[in-house]
T-cell receptor
Framework: GESVGLHLPTLSVQEGDNSIINCAYS??????FIWYKQESGKGPQFIID?????DKRQGQRVTVLLNKTVKHLSLQIAATQPGDSAVYFC??????????FGAGTQVVVTP | GAGVSQSPSNKVTEKGKDVELRCDPI?????LYWYRQSLGQGLEFLIY????????KSGLPSDRFSAERTGGSVSTLTIQRTQQEDSAVYLC?????????????FGPGTRLTVL
């Protein structure tokens, strides 16, 4: 069936290094993807989104890459900081705004 | 401006009791969504409202779950005869329009514990 999933449940990154979080999706008809960050005890916070007519989109310290050929999505965080420690979710805009979320990746930033 | 707010932040109830969870969306947002997040899991879609249209209830897990949205603003999610498996964080989100590609902004959630 259709699904959105993450490759790694936990990612440990040294402060200052770049982080890469991966996400696979199976519905080739999906046309909109979003990355959310969730800190402990808080709701998901929008980071960046990308539409299927794009391959790359950049924000502040973050870049999302979309590879439609292999149905793969990634989030890159440059110069990872302690405040980046959180769970990161990719989400697929399934149908009229109903988001389907992956299981999440825990990012742990070490000094 | 103010973001999405939810109340209560925590709710502990006994099995079999009814609970009501409240969501105040961002002013001017016409679309409102409810999601459920079990411990260590991703978010599960429950229901969404768009303006005055009939809500999409396709994600509600059972008929014990219901939601309403009064005046196109505040929404209440009601769980009747709560069960232990209902324990989760219930998240509300709103967006400007549910045309399919509008950013959803989430509230802090209500943590429900059913004893």
């Amino acid at each position: 069936g259709e699904s959105v999933g993450l490759h790694l449940p936990t990612l440990s990154v040294q402060e200052g290094d770049n982080s890469i979080i991966n996400c696979a999706y199976s519905n080739s008809a999906s046309d909109y993807f979003i990355w959310y960050k969730q800190e402990s005890g808080k709701g998901p916070q929008f980071i960046i989104d990308i539409r299927s007519n794009m391959d790359k989109r950049q924000g502040q310290r973050v870049t999302v890459l979309l590879n439609k050929t292999v149905k793969h999505l990634s989030l890159q965080i440059a110069a990872t900081q302690p405040g980046d420690s959180a769970v990161y979710f990719c989400a697929e805009n399934k149908n009229w705004g109903k988001l389907q979320f992956g299981a999440g990746t825990q990012v742990v930033v070490t000094p | 401006g103010a973001g999405v707010s939810q109340s209560p932040s925590n709710k502990v109830t006994e099995k079999g009791k009814d609970v009501e969870l409240r969501c105040d969306p961002i002013s001017g947002h016409t679309a409102l969504y409810w999601y459920r997040q079990s411990l260590g899991q991703g978010l599960e879609f429950l229901i969404y409202f768009q303006g005055n249209s009939a809500p999409d209830k396709s994600g509600l897990p059972s008929d014990r779950f219901s939601a309403e949205r009064t005046g196109g603003s505040v929404s209440t999610l009601t769980i009747q005869r709560t069960q232990q498996e209902d324990s989760a964080v219930y998240l509300c989100a709103s967006s400007l329009d549910s045309g399919g590609a509008d950013t959803q902004y989430f509230g802090p959630g209500t943590r429900l514990t059913v004893l």
